[in-house]
């Protein structure tokens, strides 16, 4: 019986949030990784990428590598890996191909020099490239590193296993796989995937299984948690506290083929929605929600309030209850009323339609027409006013204008 062991998205290095203890959590995952896989007694490992967060380490994350690597090496457990998107280089030589040299790993894929050794042989498929496939127990492992949706579709046709027993290592996102339920954009379709007897996936950071043609694709998704998708737990606390589970880390061992999860305890990491229509109402929920949390933990927080909050000191309060917090704040937006748009026949009458075209004019050429036009409207008798003559004195009455109800145009008009 085959039993293999199929890892991803390790990230070394990774400093999440600018932490430098983010990064001892990603290699702390790895070793504990490792470990379970010699409890499990497999015969390999497959790493599907991504085993660093950079292409161009720092010497402690390489020796961290190192030396979770060489427990597997002095078990006689050899590991298979690519080169995902971010640890690939340009450069024909990358710290994969260091690990390499130490017998610690072998690298699949293209390369322009033949490798062979008790678990890798080269095929040659023109001058200077060659296609370096794994054997253990005849089964064939033929893996690429990361590629662009145009570069893959060159490559995969040189991909095809041989052997009737055979594992397929990509570090790509697959339609029907990630269309679901991921927001990650995808560089191959199942059709265009080469037959396999697993496929053994990394780039998605979720763990996922997906079976077609009878064939199982796997993404065992990040050791550690990578993003706020990841978290371990959701609350959302509005009239009520509630909090369900979230994602789970881990890798896959596989026994003839048959994936079987296996957890590694990563961090904490909590996400949390809060809505409250008062400040210490706010604050009162957060204080809640930092006393049923995991001290060790991380909570990325989203408040929302009617009014403005002191965020700097919700902050601080959490950052000193927990490893760590990020607090955001929101303000709610008020409610939109809708207010229905009259047209101009519907608001004014037709003597006040008429006065607005007339006034749409030049006002001096047809001023006496205008004030005509006015006075014949409101019945005003007596001499044409003479608009150069003082048309008012101290002791003269004011003629009354009638009002009409509601507000209208004229209703900031006075007449003589």
Known sequence: MMKFAHLADVHLGYEQYSQSWRADDFARVFKEAVSKCIEEDVDFVIISGDLFHRSVPNPKTIKEAIDTLSILKKKKIPVFA?????????????????????????????????????????????????????????????????????????????????????????????????????????????????KASYYAMGHVHIPKTYRYMGRMIVYPGSLERYDTREASHIISYLDRFSIKDGVKKGFFIVEDFNPRFIEVHARNLYTAYVESSTAGDLKDKLLEILDKVDKEGILIAKLVCNTSVDVKNLSEIALKRLKYADIRFEMRRKEVVKTEILRENEFFNDFELELLEMLKDDFEARRDEIIEFIKRYFNLTGKKVDEKAEIKSENQKKIPMKVKKGRTLFDFFEGD
């Open 82 to 194: 690519i080169e995902g998107n971010h640890d690939k280089t340009v450069r024909e030589i990358s710290v994969y191909h260091l690990l390499e040299s130490l017998g610690l790993l072998n690298v699949l894929g293209l390369r322009r020099r033949r490798i062979e050794n008790e678990y890798v042989t080269s095929t040659r498929l023109g001058e200077n490239a060659y296609l370096v496939k794994g054997y253990f127990n005849g089964v064939e492992i033929v893996g690429e590193r990361h590629r662009t949706k145009w570069q893959l579709e060159k490559i995969l046709p040189f991909l095809k296993p041989e052997s009737d027993e055979s594992i397929l290592v990509l570090h790509q996102s697959i339609k029907e796989v990630v269309d679901v339920d991921i927001n990650l954009a995808y560089e191959l379709t199942l059709s265009e995937l080469p």
